[in-house]
């Protein structure tokens, strides 16, 4: 089988390699460079966790992202994760820590309720204003995503199946036909299409534009004092949900910065228009920072960053069969990377057998417990 996939973010690459392992043929089209500095998945990290709120569904297909990602580490000959552990703070009326903690619950992942009085005794570097309730679980950690989505593009380019076309980008997307038409003018054909593209499906295929709405995100690096920062080196990951403005805190393992973002969706922007990123996006951010993080004014902003990513109603992944030979890839709102791996693997299983779309398309929207057979 022959398979032409529109993009080479973590999506288009890991359906990549998944065919190419199974023997298929791919072109792959990229349309900067690969990897391209502004696709969503070019960042230092990404974060792998199991607290997931009230979506039973995709904490249950962690342990299925870890088995995708131990056998990408296995094909690349190294491995790009540091476990954390994922420390969930609530309160203010936020519940999504006890919700993530009693839907663990019932899938025999279990988080331990941490004391708040022991909360800033376990991790020192944390301030517990504002924390009512805290849960931790060991499991958890940070994917070094853009060194993940370099090594990927490397492997790929040595294979014999795979070519890869940076710098092409494709002007229209027949998934009747399985063709594609770059703008250069030259057309390509292959037995189906995947369109990966990210915040700019919508340019591609305008119908879907209303459903995968581009978001624009800012996310602060710190420059943080040395004790700080090897404090901070042994984690854990944060995610905390007790006031406006929700955060999440990426520790700076093996090297990398450390990062702070918001879970705001800002559903709107372009991902073609300029990225820099005003200190007066992050206002409320780093008020929340100063009541939650330790010696926090004597941390400076290293750098902003503006990413974008495709965000849907219910937050849930797009992973669709589209006309007769066609598939749309976005597993994102805003999530999507720790599962990269998997979405990949089971697309190219299920491209290249006759398993169930429809059944596909709802185990990535994470309501069936198992890919299809
Ligand atoms: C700030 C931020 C924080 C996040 N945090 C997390 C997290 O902690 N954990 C997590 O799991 N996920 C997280 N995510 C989400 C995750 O990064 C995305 O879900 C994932 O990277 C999406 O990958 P993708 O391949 O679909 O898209 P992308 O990486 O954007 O790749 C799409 C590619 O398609 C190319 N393309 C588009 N149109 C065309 C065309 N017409 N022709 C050729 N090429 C084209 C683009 O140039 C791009 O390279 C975060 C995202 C952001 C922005």
Known sequence: MKAIIVGGGIMGLCTAWGLARDGHEVELFEQGPLPNPLASSMDEHRLIRHPYGDHVGYARLIDDAYVAWDLLWDDLGQRFYAITGTLALTGNGADWAERSAAALATIGKPMTELPVTDLTRRFPQIEAKGVERAFWIESGGVLFAQDIVAALARHLARQSRVRLHPHTSVRSADLEQARIVTEAGTA??????????????????????????????????????????????????????????????????????????????????????????????????????????????????????????????????????????????????????????????????????????????????GLEAAAPT
Do not use: N
């Open 188 to 365: 390509y054909a292959a037995d189906v299409v995947v369109v990966a593209a990210g915040a700019w499906v919508g340019r591609l295929l305008p119908d879907l534009g209303r459903q995968l709405v581009p978001s624009r995100q800012v996310v602060i690096y710190f420059d943080l004092p040395a004790e700080d920062r090897a404090a901070w080196a042994k984690g854990p990951m944060v995610i905390e949900k007790t006031g406006d403005v929700g955060l999440y805190l990426v520790p700076p393992m093996e090297g990398r910065g450390l990062k702070v973002g918001d879970h705001e969706f800002s559903r709107s922007g372009d991902p073609m228009a300029e990225r820099t990123a005003r200190e007066d996006d992050i206002q409320p951010l780093l008020e929340r920072c100063r009541s939650l993080l330790r010696g926090f004014d004597r941390w400076r902003t290293d750098r902003l960053k503006a990413c974008f990513y495709t965000v849907t109603d219910d937050e849930r992944f797009v992973v669709e069969k589209h006309g007769a030979r066609g598939w749309v890839m976005s597993p994102c709102s805003g999530h999507g990377f720790k599962f990269g791996a998997l979405m990949g693997l089971e697309l190219a299983r299920t491209l290249a057998s006759d398993r169930d779309a429809a059944a596909h398309a709802r185990w990535s929207a």
